[in-house]
C-alpha cells in the first residue's frame, strides 16, 4: 500500500441494542493497514438516559424534540467516553488522527418504501467537543445503493481473522447476532442470525433489575420451555434468506409477550428458553449457509455467557467453537474496533461496505466526515 496513507490512533465508538455500555476501543493503524487494539474500556451508560434511548426505540417517545436532544445527549456522552481513554492512555486530542463512531440505533428499517435507517449522536457535535475529526453515519451509503446497511463487520472479520485454506465463521453475539462467512478462497459473506442478547438482556432488566443475566446464573436456575421454544422459532424472519438484518424493531418485550401471555412459564423458565434460541438460531444459519466451516470464533459481549457458548458448541457437534481471545483479542473490543478502522478506510476513500453482505449493488465509501471546528 501507499506510505502517502493516512495512519495514526483512531478511537471507535459503538454503542448496541443491549443498551448496557458505550464501547470505546483505542487502535493504532499504520500505512501498511497493521492493526494494534490499545486499549478498551466500556462506560455504563448511566440509567436515565439508557431509558430515554429505550423510550425513542420502542416508540413511546419519539417526539422530534425528544430525538434531537437524546441526540446531543448522547454525543456528550460519547465525548466524556473519548476523554476517559485519553487520559488512560496519556494522549491528547490533537494526537487523534479520527473518531469512526457508530452511534446508537434507534429505527432500522431496511425493508421499507423508502428504506431507512438512524444512528443518533450527533457527529459534529462529537468533533466539536473532543477536537478530533469524527465519522459517523456508516450506514446511510450502503442502503442508498441497495443495501441494508448491515451488517458492516465482515470485512473487518476478514482482515483480523481470514486465513488461506481455512473456513472460518466469526459470530457477533452483540445485542443481535451476525455471522461472517469468511471461505478459504476469500469470499465473504455475513448476514444477521436474530437476537443474541438483547432479549435476555430486557428481560433480567424487567423481572430482577439486572442490567444483565452474569454468569447466566438465572438462565441456568431455569428450565427449557419447548413449548416457547417453538412459538419463537417459528418467526417468519427467520426463513428469510440472506443478505438480512434485524434489531429491536421486531425482537423485543412486546413481541416476546404475545409469545407468552397464553403460557403458564416461570421467568426464569423464559430467560433459559431465550438463551437456548439465541444458541440455535445462530447455529441453525451456521448449518445451513455454512456447513463446512472448521472454525467459530465467538467475539461480543455474549462470549462471556457460559451457558450460550455451551449450547452453541453443543448445537454445533464437532465444529471448535473458540472466542476472539484465543487470537488475542478481546470480544468486546472487536465491534467497537471496527468502526476505528472504517474511519481509517473512510478518510483514505477505501470502501468499507461488502455488498454480498448487505445486499448493495456495488462497493462503496461509507460515513460523513466531520473535521474539527477551523479545519
Request: aromatic share 8%.
Amino acid at each position: 500500500m501507499s506510505s502517502g496513507l493516512t495512519a495514526g490512533y483512531f478511537i471507535g465508538l459503538m454503542t448496541g441494542t443491549s443498551l448496557d455500555a458505550v464501547d470505546t476501543i483505542l487502535l493504532k493503524i499504520d500505512n501498511d493497514e497493521q492493526i494494534r487494539f490499545l486499549d478498551g474500556i466500556t462506560p455504563e451508560i448511566p440509567d436515565t438516559l439508557r431509558l430515554n434511548i429505550r423510550d425513542v426505540c420502542c416508540g413511546a417517545s419519539d417526539r422530534i424534540d425528544d430525538i434531537c436532544k437524546l441526540d446531543i445527549h448522547l454525543a456528550n456522552l460519547y465525548a466524556d467516553c473519548v476523554s476517559r481513554i485519553l487520559s488512560r492512555n496519556d494522549l491528547e486530542a490533537h494526537e487523534i488522527t479520527a473518531i469512526g463512531s457508530h452511534g446508537q440505533t434507534v429505527r432500522h428499517c431496511p425493508a421499507c418504501d423508502p428504506p431507512y435507517t438512524l444512528q443518533l449522536g450527533n457527529g459534529e457535535w462529537l468533533a466539536g467537543q473532543t477536537g478530533i475529526t469524527c465519522v459517523s453515519d456508516f450506514r446511510q451509503r450502503d442502503m442508498f445503493f441497495g443495501g441494508q446497511g448491515a451488517p458492516l463487520a465482515p470485512i473487518f472479520h476478514h482482515h483480523l481473522f481470514f486465513q488461506k485454506n481455512i473456513n472460518r465463521i466469526v459470530l457477533n453475539f452483540g445485542g443481535i447476532a451476525n455471522i461472517s462467512i469468511l471461505r478459504h478462497n476469500g469470499d465473504i459473506e455475513g448476514f444477521d442470525t436474530g437476537p443474541a442478547n438483547t432479549l435476555m438482556d430486557q428481560w433480567i432488566q424487567q423481572h430482577r433489575q439486572q442490567r444483565y443475566d452474569k454468569d447466566a446464573g438465572w438462565a441456568r436456575s431455569g428450565r427449557l420451555h419447548s413449548g416457547l421454544l417453538a412459538r419463537l422459532l417459528d418467526e417468519p424472519w427467520l426463513q428469510h434468506k440472506p443478505p438480512k438484518s434485524t434489531g429491536p424493531e421486531l425482537f423485543n418485550l412486546k413481541w416476546l409477550k404475545r409469545l407468552i401471555d397464553d403460557i403458564d412459564v416461570r421467568p426464569e423458565d423464559v430467560q433459559r428458553t431465550l438463551c437456548e434460541y439465541s444458541a440455535m438460531t445462530a447455529a441453525d444459519a451456521i448449518h445451513t449457509y455454512a456447513p463446512h466451516n472448521q472454525e467459530v470464533i465467538v467475539c461480543g459481549g455474549g462470549a462471556y455467557n457460559p451457558l450460550l457458548i455451551e449450547r452453541l458448541q453443543n448445537l454445533l457437534s464437532a465444529t471448535p467453537v473458540l472466542t476472539s481471545d484465543s487470537y488475542g483479542i478481546s470480544p468486546t473490543w472487536i465491534e467497537g474496533g471496527l468502526f476505528a478502522w472504517l474511519a481509517w478506510r473512510t478518510l483514505n476513500r477505501m470502501t468499507g461496505n461488502i455488498p454480498m453482505s448487505t445486499g448493495a449493488d456495488r462497493e462503496t465509501i461509507l460515513g460523513a466526515i466531520h473535521p474539527v471546528t477551523g479545519i
